[in-house]
């Protein structure tokens, strides 16, 4: 006695569409970590109004800061491990001081204890040892705002996370957005960043 089964059209594009899906899903997914692991740390650029600019790698956070001084930086930047620090532009006066040990804490960086003057030879500087990093550079002759570029930057050592530190202010916590994968009955999820960028697009079968 044989026994054939018979599933008719709907089912079979029901099917079919839900294997595309699923297809399309996983690839979604591989190609968004890939894209994770390339942009998680990027290099950014400082400019000023006169057009010189500083760069800065491997920087993984950046935290808004007050501006309490023409030197201090409106910014913070978080790396996950060395910084290389480029000056590009005509005559520039490089200053930057180190401290171990250091607050950004409700928009202000706060130093403690005595700072190191770091040396920079050749408009290029790598910084490597854990700790905090404050300072501008200007360039011409003369120092003022539209000439000068400035930051704060914090170095992450072997064994912390730059997404835990405990001197980071609240406001750069990572969030996170929670995902349906197929469909929402599924009962698979994935959680990304809020800095990619995602979009809903609506299949060809009709979630139940």
Do not use: C, W
Request: no cysteine; hydrophobic share 35%; net charge negative.
């Amino acid at each position: 006695m044989k026994i054939r089964t018979v599933v008719n059209n709907g089912e079979k594009e029901s099917i079919t569409n839900k294997r595309i899906s699923t297809i399309l899903v996983l690839t979604l997914i591989v190609s968004l970590f890939a894209s994770v692991s390339v942009y998680a740390a990027s290099e950014i650029k400082i400019e000023t109004e006169q057009g010189g600019y500083v760069t800065l790698s491997n920087i993984v956070k950046e935290v808004e800061l007050i501006r309490e001084d023409p030197q201090g930086s409106d910014k913070a930047y978080i790396s996950d491990g060395a910084v290389t620090l480029k000056i590009v532009g005509d005559d520039p006066h490089p200053t930057i001081n180190y401290y171990t040990d250091a607050e950004i804490t409700d928009g202000f960086f706060v130093p403690a204890g005595e700072s190191k003057s770091v040396e920079v030879t050749g408009n290029s500087v790598t910084l490597t040892e854990p700790g905090y990093y404050s300072g501008f550079v200007y360039f011409g002759g003369d120092f003022s705002f539209s000439s000068t570029a400035t930051f704060v930057i914090q170095v992450v050592g072997e064994g912390d996370s730059a997404n835990n530190s405990s001197n980071s202010s609240n406001d750069s916590e990572m969030v996170m957005t929670e995902f349906n994968l197929v469909d929402k009955n599924s009962g698979f999820t994935i959680k990304f960043p809020n800095y990619i960028k995602t979009q809903h697009v609506k299949g060809s079968h009709e979630e139940s």
